[in-house]
């Protein structure tokens, strides 16, 4: 009887969460008029934000990965003093909110040590273009980095200690055997981190701001559109960021079996 009542009551409790998410989601989707969602999708302002969404995300994904392939094999394959310390803090911003994190990275390039010495080269980081490719590679590299660490470390060192015997040095070892065997999860590490960075709002909102048609990513496009009332140009926004979710969630599915988070 008391095994029936425990199976009953967690059934109860994902049904009821899982049924109120997909609600949520098929209100957003079915909520707008089509010709409102054509028109919104095919405006100025959402194109502008779709192509600088893209070319940001993935400018902000080959930074992201190769930071991921760096710390996520250091962490994976060496102990060192510290070596717990170094994976909390790299971990640290995905218990940070965006809002925060973003807050950081303004005092970091701004007023400080650094902004002061990037300032006096020319580069004025904060509320322009490249700061929300430094948003997002702040925001998305921990997911990114996590995922390439478990990869990594589900590759026995046995491969790396025989191509070594063979002939190899420690770099020809990674990247003739570690790299290749973890393929996979490194692809899923760049999907993660492709989504994250599209879908960044709170880190580019503080660091890059909020411009109409200047630094106006997707999440930003929503956020304005919000503000102005203008709830089909939101919605549609919205959809757009799903779709992106949605397929980077499948793929990462389909590529989970050789990653052990």
């Not at 997911?143 to 015997?165: G, N, Q």
């Not at 989504?195 to 200047?214: P, Y």
Request: charge should be neutral.
């Amino acid at each position: 009887m008391g095994s029936r009542i425990f199976q009953s009551t967690i059934i109860t409790i994902t049904v009821l969460f899982v049924g109120l998410l997909v609600w949520s989601i098929v209100s957003l989707v079915v909520m707008p008029e089509g010709s409102e969602v054509v028109e919104s999708a095919l405006s100025e302002e959402m194109l502008y934000s779709i192509r600088l969404s893209l070319i940001t995300s993935l400018l902000s994904v080959a930074i992201v990965m190769a930071l991921s392939v760096s710390i996520g094999y250091l962490l994976a394959r060496f102990q060192f003093p510290g070596h717990d310390v170094l994976r909390t803090i790299v971990d640290l911003p995905m218990a940070f909110p965006e809002l925060v994190l973003g807050l950081c990275l303004l005092l970091l390039f701004g007023h400080s040590i650094l902004g002061d010495a990037l300032e006096r080269l020319g580069l004025e980081l904060i509320f322009s273009k490249p700061a929300i490719v430094i948003a997002q590679v702040f925001t998305a590299a921990p997911y990114a980095i996590r995922v390439a660490y478990s990869s990594f470390r589900s590759v026995s060192k046995r491969y790396e200690m025989v191509a070594r015997s063979l002939g190899y040095g420690h770099f020809g070892a990674f990247w003739k055997v570690v790299l290749p065997m973890s393929r996979g999860g490194l692809f899923a590490a760049a999907v993660i981190a492709f989504a994250r960075c599209m879908g960044c709002f709170g880190t580019v909102l503080i660091l890059a701001g909020g411009t109409r048609m200047f630094t106006e990513t997707l999440p930003i496009t929503l956020y304005l559109n919000i503000s102005y009332g203008n709830l089909a140009m939101a919605m549609t926004s919205g959809m757009i960021l799903i779709g992106i979710s949605l397929g980077a969630i499948v793929i990462f599915e389909m590529l989970n079996r050789e990653v052990v988070l």
